[in-house]
């Protein structure tokens, strides 16, 4: 199996190819550019460098979200752009994943800051999810993992370390960036999407759709996109 994995949900972009189990190239620029721009001209390089075209692809995985909104638009639109037109398999993975590419015992904690002193954050042990990747205010993370003896938090985590240590001494911080190396090991083993079902995975409505639920309280917020 070939797939391309790639990652444009937060401020670095990470691209991989991937044959069976064997990382054949991968990529990642952390300047702040445009996804949009960048992304594209990033895979047709790994592409050439690998000597593969892209009708040698058998499957598409991209970081599904949480993360930047338009950076997701930007993973999604793609990935569901060459699935269907390739006519190959497309396989979602969690962007909160793909920042625990580390060694790290005990409870490993991704953030992604979300602002205003919020966080998405996943919870992972030894790999598996201990419980459901969240929005929340960083105080709540804190408060559900402080009973861990070993924590290890990743990701966007600079913000927030004064709060972190002040609540969880013992906890070790590890600034990560998203991998696509990783989003790929994962996503070989994932059954497919359904590729005009597929959508990011935002876990928080975005501000347009709040700002309209505030005068539409007696309406179905699932009902919302259709009603709009």
Do not use: C
Request: zero cysteines; a negative charge.
């Amino acid at each position: 199996m070939k797939l391309l994995a790639f990652d444009t949900s937060n401020q670095a972009l990470s691209v991989a190819l991937m044959e069976d189990d064997q990382l054949v190239a991968d990529l990642s620029l952390t300047v702040k550019k445009n996804h949009s721009i960048s992304l594209m001209p990033t895979i047709d390089f790994l592409m050439a460098q690998a000597g593969w075209k892209p009708s040698d692809l058998d499957r598409i995985a991209v970081a599904q979200g949480p993360g930047s909104y338009t950076g997701l638009r930007v993973a999604v639109a793609t990935a569901k752009t060459l699935a269907y037109t390739l006519n190959i398999d497309l396989v979602g993975v969690s962007s909160l994943l793909a920042l625990t590419d580390l060694d790290e015992e005990g409870l490993v904690v991704p953030l992604i800051d979300a602002r205003r002193n919020n966080v998405y954050a996943g919870f992972y042990l030894e790999g598996h999810s201990v419980t459901k990747e969240r929005h929340s205010s960083l105080s709540d993370v804190l408060a559900f993992v402080k009973e861990y003896p070993n924590v290890t938090f990743v990701g966007e985590v600079e913000a927030f370390q004064s709060q972190i240590k002040d609540t969880i001494p013992w906890a070790k911080l590890v600034p990560s960036l998203p991998s696509a190396r990783l989003i790929a090991r994962v996503g070989r083993a994932l059954p497919a999407a359904d590729v005009d079902a597929f959508i990011p995975d935002y876990l928080k409505r975005v501000e347009a759709e709040e700002t309209w639920l505030k005068t539409h309280q007696d309406t179905d917020p699932g009902d919302y996109v259709k009603r709009v």
